[in-house]
């Protein structure tokens, strides 16, 4: 088997799910409880907190935990959107966010806050000049993902950070769910982020949980509301099993960091070096330091992504469409569409998502069986 579907989700760590069976069984009490067994779940909850910290190079209290990244991006939005409601109602996105980000803020916009999503170019970036011009007085939060993960662009974070100094009223978030461990972290996180999304079945650890950085003194009002855990913005009984394989799947991950970026652009490299002359075939991430190693979009003419997709699979080699979050509910991609891509292409996209496991042999054996359907349906459709 072939896994190149990696930013859908990645295979759990055996360190992490022996950590997450062994917190099961040994440390199963309630963190909020008064008695010993409360106690020493509530110390593993901060050790794991203060490790997650430490690996982002934060302070402990000003991580949070979620049951996944779609929730942070929501609490951040519209934790934001609420606490700042009385000073302004302008939000300022992206065209080609991830859904948990553009449907949170169209149901803002239908609550009466507005939003200004900028545009991207054909090669899918903003420009920070877009972002400049459209702030105003009103608006009181910016959210701009640092990874796009239909395509891989590393969005302008650094450049954004330096226009936003000048607005230090404005909140800025980001989602950083695909960026974690490509060794660009300078790039997408910066002094200036006050908010920053992750989900932990990214970086090999079970799903059901996400982290939410929030920066010190920043306003965000509680999604959930309860028993008042963490610190009272973010109530319901925490996954400790999930956070604390979390925190051990994190370390893991960010171990060799360079390294693993480098393998993971070496398969990218050799199938992009397959693709980039064939008729009838757009790449859509090119190898660049502007794009992360770990994802590699292309459409093929004449046939639609599914229809690809499925054609792998029977070969045992696994891929998505542009976003395996909207592909059962046959969204079309919104990245391509904002870049403008023809419709023949966009719809024959395909997204192949690497992981240090994955090797120079399986992308060799990818560029056989891809071969053999591209002869197929290059000659049907009689590209030259």
């Known amino acids: 088997m072939i896994y190149f579907d990696n930013s859908a989700t990645t295979q759990v760590y055996p360190e992490a799910l022996d950590t997450f069976n062994k917190v099961t069984k040994e440390i199963w009490g309630n963190p909020s409880s008064l008695h ?3 106690d020493r779940s509530h110390q593993l909850l901060e050790a794991s907190r203060k490790q997650i910290a430490n690996l982002l190079g934060v302070k402990p209290y000003e991580i949070f935990f979620t049951s996944s990244g779609s929730e942070s991006d929501n609490w951040a939005i519209k934790g934001t959107a609420q606490a700042k409601r009385e000073f302004g ?3 300022i996105t992206t065209s080609i966010e991830h859904a948990a980000v553009t449907n949170t803020v169209k149901a803002l916009e239908k609550q009466g806050f507005r939003v200004t999503m900028l545009p991207v170019d054909k090669n899918g970036f903003i420009n920070p000049e877009d972002l400049k011009n459209a702030l105003d007085r009103e608006t009181i939060l910016v959210s701009i993902m640092g990874v796009n993960n239909e395509i891989g662009s590393i969005q302008p974070i650094q450049e954004v950070s330096e226009i936003l100094e000048e607005y230090p009223n404005v909140t800025f978030h980001v989602d950083n769910v695909q960026a974690l461990g490509k060794n660009i972290w300078d790039k997408v996180f910066t002094p200036r982020v006050d908010l920053m999304s992750l ?4 970086f090999h650890a079970p799903r059901g949980t996400g982290i939410m950085y929030k920066k010190t003194g920043k306003m965000v009002d509680p999604l959930i509301d309860g028993g008042g855990q963490e610190k009272g913005l973010r109530s319901s009984t925490e996954n400790l099993a999930g956070i604390a394989a979390t925190a051990k799947a994190m370390r893991l991950y960010l171990e060799n960091e360079e390294k693993n970026a ?8 050799r199938i992009v070096d397959y693709l980039k002359d064939k008729p009838g075939i757009q790449i859509f991430s090119p190898v660049s330091e502007n794009f992360v190693p770990s994802i590699l979009c292309f459409g093929l003419e004449g ?6 997709v499925h054609t792998l699979e029977a070969k045992d080699i696994f891929t998505s469409t542009t976003s395996a979050c909207s592909s059962r509910s046959e969204v079309e991609s919104g990245t391509l569409n904002s870049m403008k891509v023809r419709d023949d292409i966009a719809t024959g996209a395909i997204r192949l998502s690497f992981d240090p496991s994955n090797t120079i042999e399986q992308a060799d054996r990818f560029i056989a069986e891809f071969d053999k359907v591209y002869k197929h349906f290059a000659e049907i ?3 030259k």
């Not at 046939?303 to 690809?308: D, P, V």
Request: no cysteine.
């Open 381 to 383: 459709n009689h590209l």
């Open 303 to 308: 046939i639609r992504g599914e229809t690809l």
């Open 36 to 38: 010993k067994l409360g």
């Open 262 to 269: 480098q393998r993971e652009a070496s398969v990218k490299n």
């Open 89 to 91: 109602n302008h939000i």
């Open 199 to 202: 989900s932990a079945h990214k």
